[in-house]
């Protein structure tokens, strides 16, 4: 029995079909669910001794496709990504070009195949429940050689899901905790209650709370002599042969003293009570990592991997995830730090030209300003900044190429819970003005033709409107 009983024979069924391939090429998405999704499937396939190759692509459309079954691979393993194009696929099914094996979450295509592990179909909440690499972990145990063991890829698979935001309620749940489980019996994660700040192994307590935005504490946050006050005020030994300690040096004792300090501050400086529950959490650490590195706490670890997507870097991204500490590593590290200028120099851009307000979307175009790759993060970051309104969706435009505009679309769990569903909207949309798009009901994207951003528009105003009816 694997982690997600339901979808134990749809993940044997592929399986079945993998070993009996000649030969395989793996084909995945490029975020991190994607990459982390081609690290596990690749790990499982090379431990079931089955020769495969590996692409990866942004996105999955027609051009993409023609590509793939140009190649002479007679069977596709395609990772988080591949349910959305099950139409397409199914043509190159058709037509001989190739054997489709799909693990994803993503809302599939009005079309199926024989071998389709996703969440969806078995009612389990792809968008919250199970992501990408959770779909990649069930096939990786399915594959298990007689005697093998493939939990240990457990870990990659939380990096995964929290890349794809899906612990944004308090922790990884459904299908998800399944996998957190099997990965603690393992070894190789463990799973904690504290202070849920991004940061905790790498940077110093003065830049932890500054950079803090999900406490968004008065005072402290973006206040960088604030946060130096309020820590020099404990009476704790936060320093070490003068420089700041990280929050992964300190004692228990001093984390419990720092985080009641930190509540108390936030307190009496009105912060809504749900944002201060929020200050603690579940977080996962990955146990074989070095402690006080980015590899070591999930969070961290995903922003890693994105930085390396986003600037069309997948290889170190994937080297990564299959043990590379050297080079990969000091790669990953350099675009981390060019990706965290170009989000705060993205985000400066879009709070200073402001936001235009549809009547049930709000948007921006950047033209050329942002990298498509990122426009959809700065988007997300956007939202609830000064001048952006968080009760909306957002959408944002940046150039992919002369002939196509890149858009980014991004809700809230508050507004999915009345009935906005951006991966419907995005793709009804993009398909009346000749683009394609999909993703999730909370987060999604599409490729439309430039100079159709209105009509674009206009449509997604008026899905948006009927489902928040």
């Known amino acids: 029995m694997g982690p997600v009983p339901d979808l134990d024979d749809r993940a044997e069924a592929c399986a079945e079909r993998l070993r009996a391939a000649d030969s395989v090429l793996l084909a995945s998405h490029i975020d991190a669910d994607g990459l982390t999704s081609a690290a596990v499937a690749a790990t499982a396939l090379e431990r079931a001794d089955i020769a495969f190759e590996t692409v990866f692509s942004k996105q999955l459309d027609a051009d993409e496709l023609a590509r793939i079954a140009a190649t002479d691979h007679d069977t596709i393993l395609f990772t988080d990504f591949g349910s959305g194009q099950l139409d397409l696929i199914a043509a190159h099914e058709a037509a001989g070009d190739f054997t489709p094996v799909i693990a994803d979450h993503h809302q599939p295509a009005d079309a199926d195949t024989e071998y389709h592990l996703n ?5 389990i909440d792809g968008a919250a429940k199970l992501s990408g690499a959770g779909a990649a972990y069930v096939l990786a145990r399915a594959l298990e050689p007689d005697g093998g063991d493939n939990r240990d890829l457990a870990a990659l698979s939380v990096v995964g899901a929290v890349g794809d935001m899906q612990d944004g309620d308090g922790g990884l749940r459904g299908a998800n905790q399944g996998i957190v489980d099997e990965g603690v019996a393992a070894g190789v994660l463990s799973e904690e209650t504290d202070l849920a700040l991004y940061g905790r192994q790498t940077r110093p307590l003065p830049k932890l709370l500054e950079y803090a935005s999900e406490a968004r504490i008065p005072g402290i946050s973006n206040d960088e002599a604030g946060a130096v006050a309020f820590l020099t005020d404990l009476d704790l030994p936060l320093k070490e042969e003068g420089e ?4 992964v040096d300190l004692t228990g004792e001093e984390r419990r003293t720092l985080a009641s300090a930190l509540m108390r501050r936030a307190v009496t400086s009105g912060v809504p009570a749900d944002r201060i529950d929020g200050l603690v959490g579940t977080t996962y650490v990955l146990a074989d990592e070095e402690p006080g590195t980015e590899l070591r706490d999930v969070s961290e670890f995903s922003t890693l991997l994105n930085a390396t997507a986003r600037y069309e870097r997948a290889d170190v991204g994937l080297a990564i995830c299959l043990g590379d500490r050297g080079a990969a590593l000091d790669r990953a590290r350099t675009l981390l730090r060019n990706h965290r200028r170009n989000l ?22 950047a033209g050329t300003r942002i990298r498509e790759t990122i426009v959809g993060i700065i988007a997300g970051m956007a939202v609830g900044a000064d001048g952006v309104r968080h009760d909306l969706p957002i959408v944002a435009f940046a150039e992919k190429s002369p002939e196509e505009v890149k858009v980014s679309a991004r809700g809230s769990h508050f507004l999915t819970d009345r009935g906005l569903d951006l991966s419907a909207a995005m793709r009804e949309a993009s398909r ?3 683009g394609d798009g999909g993703g999730h009901d909370v987060a999604a994207g599409a490729t439309i033709p430039a100079g159709s951003q209105r009509a674009f528009l206009d449509e997604v105003d008026r899905i948006v409107g009927e489902q928040l009816g």
Request: aromatic fraction near 14%; proline fraction near 3%.
């Open 244 to 247: 700041w300690r990280r929050w």
């Open 119 to 123: 969440p969806l179909l078995v009612g």
């Open 344 to 365: 705060s120099e993205g985000l400066q851009w879009v709070t200073s030209e402001g936001v235009t307000v549809e009547e049930h979307v709000q948007w921006f175009d």
């Open 432 to 434: 009346e003005v000749g």
